[in-house]
């Protein structure tokens, strides 16, 4: 039998649960989503719990069917879910939870997978509530412009390639950096942690090809890979150890606080989603109707104009 949200909205929701699916716990970003969707619902007095997959889209889906089999008055009235996969592997796993009853909020795709799902189940709680990715990649190539007026070379950090925002910064990076002098020597992938940039770093400078490359920026898609190439850099006595590096993110705690320190020369500072999407949930429950694609803006910290001017 699937039950739904009670239509009257004089009437309490069926469910206060909301349900937070996220990737890694050791992502200062991740901790934000997880900090952010936690106030919202202690604002408006729901309950709220959180689980990570260490992105894994397996564990991820696994996790989903758990939440939505657990018996009516213990399951979730919605999921908000940073997808660790691209939003079509996720596809049955969304018929699931919403033949279930279970609200259905992506915070890391785009808006037509969302529209699919809006058209198969009219009237039920689907959204997605994301950041703009590629202006993430756009912000990283007036960045690296600014930087490098006469040109330069770049090494490029990016995440797991299954993940499409991995692609739509990079795109939108290349497409930035068209027309201009900077190429893109190497691109390195790694797992969005310190440590995995690092060992990711390692293993390429132990490369005899990499011993002719020079480098005059590392631009990384999280603040995290950023410092774990500098410490691979820095351990492994390279020239260009020292050359100024971008992140993403931007937790203020964190790579805001790298580039106040000198750590990093910039970062992009990407919106946090997960509140803003608790707040959608609960406005749909209590019968309002608010935007079903809301899409986020970032920003650079600092400016790319203060950074135009640095000598």
Same mark, same amino acid.
């Given at each position: ?146 930087? #490098? ?9 990016? +995440? =797991?390639? %299954?993940?499409? $925002? *991995? /692609?739509?910064? &990079? ?92 750590? #990093? ?9 997960? +509140? =803003?999407? %608790?707040?959608? $949930? *609960? /406005?749909?429950? &209590? ?25």
């Amino acid at each position: 039998m699937v039950h739904l949200p009670p239509k009257d909205n004089h009437m309490e929701p069926w469910s206060r649960l909301i349900t937070l699916l996220l990737l890694s716990d050791g992502q200062d970003f991740q901790q934000a989503q997880e900090q952010s969707a936690q106030d919202a619902c202690e604002k408006e007095g729901f309950e709220f719990e959180v689980a990570y997959s260490d992105n894994s889209p397996y564990m991820q889906t696994r996790q989903v069917l758990e939440y939505i089999e657990r018996p009516l008055n213990t399951r979730p009235a919605a999921i908000a879910i940073e997808l660790a996969s691209a939003p079509s592997a996720f596809m049955q796993a969304a018929r699931s939870a919403l033949s279930a009853g279970v609200g259905w909020v992506e915070l890391s795709s785009g808006a037509s997978v969302v529209q699919s799902l809006r058209n198969e189940f009219p009237g039920h709680l689907v959204a997605s509530v994301t950041a703009d990715e590629t202006a993430i990649g756009e912000l990283h190539a007036s960045q690296c412009r600014a930087l #490098l007026p006469k040109g330069g070379t770049i090494l490029y950090v990016e +995440g =797991p390639s %299954v993940n499409p $925002i *991995v /692609r739509d910064r &990079r795109a939108a990076l290349e497409k930035g950096l068209q027309g201009s002098s900077i190429t893109i020597a190497k691109t390195l992938a790694a797992d969005w942690t310190a440590e995995g940039a690092k060992l990711a770093t390692v293993a390429w400078l132990r490369q005899a090809s990499a011993r002719h490359v020079h480098l005059d920026l590392v631009c990384s898609q999280n603040d995290a890979m950023a410092v774990g190439v500098q410490k691979a850099a820095r351990a492994e006595l390279v020239g260009w150890a020292g050359i100024p590096m971008l992140g993403c993110d931007g937790v203020p705690t964190v790579g805001q606080q790298y580039v106040k320190d000198g750590t #990093l020369a910039a970062t992009v500072i990407k919106p946090v989603t997960a +509140g =803003p999407a %608790v707040d959608w $949930i *609960v /406005r749909s429950i &209590r019968g309002e109707k608010p935007h079903r694609h809301l899409v986020l803006r970032p920003t650079s910290f600092p400016a790319v104009q203060e950074l135009a001017r640095r000598p």
